[in-house]
């Protein structure tokens, strides 16, 4: 099943453990996450379609003891925060260095233009 949506990552894990013991399957805009037992941290492989990143590497992320996914702020919707870092190619992730914060990076990228 091709997930392109959070619907469809719920579709995929419906029949799967879930339940008060467990983050919710959910769709950060790149993978699919499967239903995690809290107080876990759960991995994929990183994904091969997307620039910039090493495909050899894992992404993971984290199911918060409260059943939240780590990150997870008011607002924010239910995917939280994913760690894909360690799927950055070197030449990514010195520019994300030099760039310094999301603002920053606005501010900066809005200069050089």
Same mark, same amino acid.
């Given at each position: 099943?091709?997930?392109?949506?959070? &619907?469809?990552?719920? &579709?995929?894990?419906?029949?799967?453990?879930?339940?008060?013991?467990?983050?919710?399957?959910?769709?950060? #805009?790149?993978?699919?996450?499967?239903?995690?037992?809290?107080?876990?941290?759960?991995?994929?492989?990183?994904?091969?379609?997307?620039?910039?990143?090493?495909?050899?590497?894992?992404?993971?992320? #984290?199911?918060? /003891?409260?059943?939240?996914? /780590?990150?997870?702020?008011?607002?924010?919707?239910?995917?939280?925060?994913?760690?894909?870092?360690?799927?950055?190619?070197? &030449?990514?992730?010195?520019?994300?260095? #030099?760039?310094?914060?999301?603002?920053?990076?606005?501010? #900066?990228?809005?200069?050089?233009?």
């Amino acid at each position: 099943m091709n997930v392109f949506s959070n &619907e469809t990552c719920q &579709e995929k894990y419906l029949n799967s453990t879930q339940g008060d013991g467990f983050c919710p399957a959910v769709w950060d #805009k790149v993978l699919c996450w499967p239903p995690t037992r809290r107080g876990s941290v759960t991995s994929q492989s990183c994904p091969t379609n997307q620039q910039g990143l090493d495909p050899s590497g894992f992404v993971s992320k #984290k199911c918060l /003891e409260t059943g939240q996914w /780590e990150g997870k702020r008011p607002g924010e919707g239910q995917a939280g925060w994913t760690n894909y870092t360690p799927c950055y190619t070197p &030449e990514l992730l010195q520019l994300t260095r #030099k760039l310094g914060s999301s603002h920053e990076a606005q501010v #900066k990228l809005n200069e050089a233009e």
